[in-house]
């Protein structure tokens, strides 16, 4: 199989610490297991093609993950993270414009990261030996998005019905990402956000 081989790769980066080089070689392998998932699917992503796609070995990826569960479940949560922390990144000072904030958590909802998430999803509702790690994954992720959009909102959640409508603005993110799957949403999304960013206005005072 095409590729380039991890000893290969040392002999490239020789001045580099075996450890620095294992961390960028796991990095490598997550991002294109993510992106694998989102372009070709859950049966078109086996750990062959992913090392192929990172530039190495099919031990080398076993070496990391040694099962593709374990590889695809940490590939989504990693990227998950890494939203999540350029989300935050986005408003270095907390809360922010309300309507602003509305806008980049219905951004989380959109692109690869989702679309790879969905495959997942699909594949765990087939897969016993996935959807324990795929369930627990995503209670974890949407806990955490949940605390992210709680912080930027600047939201009062000993008040009735803020947390539910913290989450209702969440649900209502993740409908419009699985609406923009199919075809280019991106007309009605913009107005469906507008709508909500008043509305969270009004709502969370």
Not at 82 to 95: H, K, M, Q, V
Not at 135 to 144: F, H, I, M, Q, S
Not at 196 to 203: I, T
Request: hydrophobic share 45%; with cysteine; charged share 25%.
């Amino acid at each position: 199989m095409g590729g380039v081989s991890t000893t290969e790769h040392a002999a490239r980066l020789p001045h580099v610490p075996k450890q620095d080089r294992s961390r960028a070689t796991r990095q490598r392998l997550l991002e294109a297991a993510v992106a694998c998932l989102a372009e070709h699917g859950w049966a078109g992503s086996t750990v062959s093609v992913v090392a192929e796609r990172a530039g190495v070995s099919r031990g080398a990826a076993q070496h990391h993950f040694p099962t593709r569960e374990d590889l695809f479940t940490a590939a989504v949560e990693y990227v998950a993270e890494e939203r999540s922390t350029a989300l935050r990144a986005l408003f270095p000072d907390g809360a922010a414009d309300r309507r602003v904030v509305v806008a980049a958590l219905v951004d989380l909802y959109t692109g690869p990261l989702f679309r790879a998430a969905l495959h997942l999803w699909a594949a765990a509702s087939n897969e016993d030996q996935l959807r324990p790690k795929v369930t627990e994954l995503e209670a974890r992720v949407g806990r955490e998005t949940h605390r992210i959009a709680v912080d930027l909102l600047d939201a009062d959640e000993s008040r009735p019905g803020v947390r539910e409508t913290v989450q209702g603005l969440l649900d209502m993110a993740r409908g419009l990402g699985l609406a923009n799957l199919l075809t280019d949403d991106g007309g009605r999304r913009e107005r469906v956000v507008g709508q909500w960013g008043a509305l969270m206005e009004e709502a969370l005072g």
